[in-house]
């Protein structure tokens, strides 16, 4: 299969702590993008890293890809409750293949 | 908004009822995309489309239909489905079609209930 795997499968935090998930893959990849999908909605995308690229940011968001590995990494830094969600990441080759999710909950 | 809009946003058909989901992007994209999310599995890739022309075919079964008239619109054809079917229907777009690794935008999902 060529879907992402994230781990780990729910995640729960205190506002102002960091979250970090985790993504397994198993081919080769020409890039994994991460994904957020609040409760029963589509997905929202949120960053995209290249197979080339080693560390990606956004705002409060750092995503690592380590291809030696077939892994990757999202951390929300500063975490608020409304970050509460699904992350996904997918993998780019042929799109777009996705995982089961971390269920992500910020408690206030 | 993400520029990708899915009607109905809810709906319930019998097994015996034919439905059809419709997409529709203003982004100027050229592939489409329907997924299938059920609970506690992974997001399905059931069907891509680009510039009208199917590019996969997931091993879908017959009772869905995809029709690209256009490649702003993409419509998914319901018909003799099962209670297993019910699940939230997700159309996306991406401005390059398979393979070209660009992000794909989500519209909210149709949520199919089938009794």
């Known amino acids: 299969s060529q879907q992402g795997e994230e781990d780990p499968q729910a995640l729960s935090i205190q506002e102002g702590e960091n979250a970090t998930m985790n993504c397994s893959y198993k081919t080769s990849i020409n890039n994994l993008q991460w994904y957020r999908q609040n409760s029963g909605r589509g997905l929202v995308h949120l960053i995209l890293?290249?197979?080339?690229?080693r560390e990606k940011h956004s705002g409060r968001l750092r995503v690592t890809l380590d291809t030696s590995k077939k892994s990757s990494s999202l951390l929300i830094t500063a975490s608020r409750a409304a970050d509460t969600a699904s992350y996904f990441c997918a993998t780019g080759g042929v799109q777009f293949y996705f995982g089961t999710g971390t269920s992500l909950t910020v408690i206030p | 908004e993400t520029g990708v809009t899915q009607t109905p946003r809810h709906l319930v058909m019998g097994m015996t009822n034919k439905k059809s989901l419709k997409c529709e992007q203003h982004?100027?994209?050229?592939?489409m995309y329907w997924y299938k999310q059920s609970a506690k599995k992974p997001l399905e890739l059931m069907f891509v489309y680009s510039l009208e022309e199917r590019v996969e075919n997931n091993s879908v079964p017959s009772r869905f239909s995809p029709e690209c008239p256009n490649s702003s619109h993409l419509f998914l054809h319901l018909h003799t489905l099962q209670p297993e079917d019910s699940a939230l229907y997700l159309c996306a777009s991406s401005q390059d079609g398979p393979r070209g690794g660009t992000e794909a935008f989500f519209g909210q999902g149709t949520r199919l209930t089938v009794v």
């Open positions: 890293i290249r197979s080339n690229e």
């Open positions: 982004l100027g994209h050229n592939a």
